[in-house]
């Protein structure tokens, strides 16, 4: 098997594909005819290649610049591979030619064309020198491989001036989604992936939608903003392809048979929370009221679940917290676990020295937090619910990682390299008929949403 990265950007980059192939000196060019009113800084940045490097091509431009019309040859920054005639058969095995993207040491970087980590020697591109059909004939052993054609969409902001921290994250997860394919491979199969910048705009998805471009695809992976993704699940209900949501977790898969969602619903960690409180022999549950205008739909759905549970829970004023009062809503003989009915962490972070007084007060204490929170640093016993758990190091991964893009990982939580990962493999298994996959930090079980889609439910409740 192999792997083929390509990202599906601006108009330039799809022009690409039309323009005809040569080989120049044992290296891939395109044929380009010079169009009116384009520069060379202009034809490098559509072609994703330095000046230099174009020059290299075509010394008579270093005289006379550049002229409309004339034909240059641009190099294409792939390798010419030899392949044998189809359907011979040799005793040799085929090696796997790994292939790192990378410019030139003096080449001149794409300004807002797309994410830099895709131009530099971050990103490892498995090249697939064979056609796109649908079975491909592998040239050394005379086998068939299926081909199977997968979409990441995820918003890399690759047209915006200054990218944010989010698109960081998204070119981390797009990065572990490629080393679970490499890990993925195998004899029979060969995995094509496609990369989309879908930004923030629903007119890049209604235009996929509305083309030919996913004819082929087998599997979606991405998406994150409601408005791309009820265009995207019509598609796919209508065209009978999954797609894995990643992120989101408010979606009606009742409708959407074809929709898998991977974050849990408020619902599920309401459960979840329940289950664990009902097998607290001796506790009592005491819950704040914040502010009503703080009380989310994940604290309200808690608080329904725990009633329809049995299980009881006494309130304590915010203003009895406030002055240290507290402690009539307490038991000195029990665990008390303090339920703050807010989600939104910085109304909770003053509170938090008060509780922390009782807590030194001789009071055993645990407050339910949200999984958002442990960014901070909380020096307080918790139990939230969370889809992730990293229980062990993951050191091939990390010397994998390490290897392949020549960097470290970054440490965050979650880790977005470790879900892409996670996830790309989840969405292979799932087509391969799995209903459950075990991951690095989070693992991923189906169940169906009466007659519509899937969530996964596999959801735990950390005590920390």
């Known amino acids: 098997m192999l792997i083929l990265a390509s990202l599906v950007l601006p108009a330039a980059a799809e022009e690409l594909l039309n323009y005809p ?30 000046q230099s490097e174009i020059i290299r091509f075509n010394p008579q431009l270093k005289e006379r610049g550049l002229h409309y019309g004339e034909t240059l040859l641009i190099p294409t920054g792939r ?15 085929k090696e796997e030619r790994v292939v790192v993207a990378q410019q030139p040491d003096d080449a001149e970087k794409p300004v807002h ?25 592998d040239t050394i052993l005379g086998d068939p491989r299926k081909v199977i054609e997968l979409a990441l969409m995820l918003p890399f902001e690759s047209q915006q001036t200054k990218r944010s921290g989010n698109a960081e994250r998204m070119m981390e997860f797009y990065q572990g989604a490629l080393l679970a394919l490499r890990d993925l491979q195998n004899d029979s199969t060969l995995y ?15 235009e996929l939608c509305d083309s030919t471009e996913l004819d082929s695809i087998k599997a979606i992976l991405g998406l994150v ?27 009606d898969l009742a409708h959407y048979s074809q929709l898998m969602q991977f974050n849990s619903t408020d619902q599920q960690e309401a459960d979840s929370l329940c289950a664990w409180m009902a097998q607290q022999a001796n506790s ?9 205008a703080d009380i989310a739909s994940s604290i309200r759905t808690l608080r329904k679940q725990m009633k329809r549970s049995g299980l009881n829970y006494s309130g304590l004023a915010l203003r009895d917290l406030m002055n240290d009062s507290a402690a009539y809503a307490l038991d000195n003989n029990a665990e008390n676990i303090i339920i703050l009915h807010s989600d939104r962490y910085q109304p909770i972070r003053i509170l938090l ?15 339910v937090s949200q999984y958002s929170w442990q960014k901070e640093k909380i020096n307080l016993p918790q139990v939230y619910t969370s889809m992730f758990t990293v229980e062990d190091e993951h050191a091939i991964y990390d010397a994998m990682w390490s290897e392949t893009y020549k960097n470290e990982h970054v440490c965050d939580l979650p880790r977005y390299d470790l879900l892409g990962y996670d996830l790309m493999k989840a969405l292979v298994l799932r087509l391969q008929g799995e209903n459950e996959s075990t991951g690095m930090q989070s693992q991923v079980r189906w169940q169906q949403v009466g007659e519509g889609g899937y969530q996964n439910e596999c959801v735990k409740v950390v005590v920390k």
């Not at 192939?21 to 994703?48: A, C, H, M, P």
């Not at 989309?196 to 890049?204: A, L, M, P, Q, V």
């Open 79 to 93: 390798p010419v591979i030899i392949e044998t005639k189809p359907r011979v058969v040799e005793t040799t095995v």
């Open 113 to 137: 064309d797309v994410p830099a980590e895709l131009n530099d020697e971050t990103v490892v591109v498995v090249m697939d020198s064979a056609a796109t059909d649908s079975i491909l004939q």
């Open 353 to 367: 020295p008060h509780i922390a007084k009782l807590q030194e007060a001789g009071y055993r204490i645990r407050i």
């Open 284 to 292: 009592r549950f005491v819950a704040i009221e914040v502010r009503e």
């Open 192 to 206: 094509r992936l496609r990369v989309y910048d879908t930004e923030r705009s629903e007119r890049k998805v209604n």
């Open 21 to 50: 192939l040569d080989t120049v000196n044992g290296e891939e060019v395109y044929r380009y005819q010079v169009e009116k009113s384009i520069g060379l800084y202009r034809v490098g940045v559509n072609f994703n290649v330095s």
């Open 225 to 251: 903003y409601p408005i791309q993704i009820e265009r995207m699940a019509a598609w796919c209900e209508t065209h009978k392809v999954p797609l894995m949501l990643p992120f989101s977790d408010d979606v």
